[in-house]
């Protein structure tokens, strides 16, 4: 047993093996991208509670924030699955931004290769 886990280390990937490690940490990339977005939105208010007291025009930060969250938001929700080939996060109108598997099959977006290391 021993010497097959040593040939699965020595073994090199496949073009399919890579290409499917590549795909599932873009998905997960895209799903940081838009929790840091989320979680930067008590930066934002703040901010636009400074400028507001400060008597300053909150328009340009307010669209600027907003085309940030959307795009980051667009994104994920086009990302597809490479197993199933359904959109990876969306399973009805919404986002589900609380998973790391696609919400049709189940396929986990945590790259191959750091699953293989435990």
């Not at 507001?52 to 980051?72: K, Q």
Request: hydrophobic share 40%.
């Amino acid at each position: 047993m021993a010497n097959s886990q040593q040939q699965k280390k020595h073994t090199p990937r496949s073009p399919d093996s890579a290409k499917l490690e590549k795909t599932l940490r873009s998905i997960a990339r895209a799903r940081t991208r838009l929790a840091v977005c989320f979680w930067t939105l008590p930066v934002y208010v703040v901010a636009i509670w400074l400028l507001l007291n400060n008597g300053r025009s909150i328009d340009s930060m307010m669209w600027i924030y907003m085309a940030v969250y959307a795009g980051f938001a667009i994104d994920m929700s086009m990302r597809n699955c490479p197993n199933c080939h359904k959109q990876f996060y969306v399973k009805s109108i919404f986002l589900n931004l609380l998973t790391k598997q696609c919400v049709h099959c189940g396929q986990t977006s945590t790259p191959v290769e750091s699953i293989s290391k435990d």
